[in-house]
T-cell receptor, first 116, second 112 residues
């Protein structure tokens, strides 16, 4: 079974540009999460989808970040316009059961975003 | 304020010894606590989950304890091996929530 995949693995952009990160969860997983790790800090929750609906987006830093999960399959996280402080590693995770808060989350390898 | 604290200093131990990592939290009421392993360039990998009403959980060479009075979890790796070298993350989920909150992790080095 394929794991969670993320694309791209690395992205280097200039301040003010737009970047879109993609996450493909494990097939059949209803729950999809986005997290971010800024250098030297802990991994922080951004948001949680159950199928195509946003269950909790309390961790989204500001309105420059937009996450979508059309059709309840893959998800995208767009940053527009990117700022220097957006640099970090963005992780996606998925889990199986809708509403199962103790489900094991399977993480992707992350996308390393560098904003210059 | 709410905090999860893990030893920021790396832990160096000799192969065959038991590694013990600490996770302390303040101002949370966790429903359960998880431990993850993370290798460089990879995402976290789930290891163990322990609920608030459980004192101890074991899985092969791994053991986790959870003391809600002390607000602390200990993570033990017995008979450690160089392949156990990685960063270990503590994470908790609050009662009634889904959001996972991570500590910064402790780096473990096991020397042969």
């Amino acid at each position: 079974e394929a794991g969670v995949t993320q694309f791209p693995s690395h992205s280097v952009i200039e301040k003010g540009q737009t970047v879109t990160l993609r996450c493909d969860p494990i097939s059949g997983h209803d729950n999809l999460y986005w997290y971010r790790r800024v250098m030297g800090k802990e991994i922080k929750f951004l948001l949680h989808f159950v199928k195509e609906s946003k269950q909790d987006e309390s961790g989204m830093p500001n309105n420059r970040f937009l996450a979508e999960r059309t059709g309840g399959t893959y998800s995208t996280l767009k940053v527009q316009p990117a700022e220097l402080e957006d640099s970090g590693v963005y992780f996606c995770a998925s889990s199986h059961l809708a509403g199962g808060s103790t489900d094991t989350q399977y993480f992707g390898p992350g996308t390393r975003l560098t904003v210059l | 304020s709410q905090k999860i604290e893990q030893n920021s200093e790396a832990l160096n131990i000799q192969e065959g010894k038991t590694a013990t990592l600490t996770c302390n939290y303040t101002n949370y009421s966790p429903a359960y606590l998880q431990w993850y392993r993370q290798d460089p360039g990879r995402g976290p990998v789930f290891l163990l989950l322990i609920r608030e009403n459980e004192k101890e959980k074991r899985k092969e060479r791994l053991k986790v304890t959870f003391d809600t009075t002390l607000k602390q979890s200990l993570f033990h790796i017995t008979a450690s091996q160089p392949a156990d070298s990685a960063t270990y993350l503590c994470a908790l989920v609050r009662t009634g929530g889904f959001k996972t909150i991570f500590g910064a992790g402790t780096r473990l080095f096991v020397k042969a």
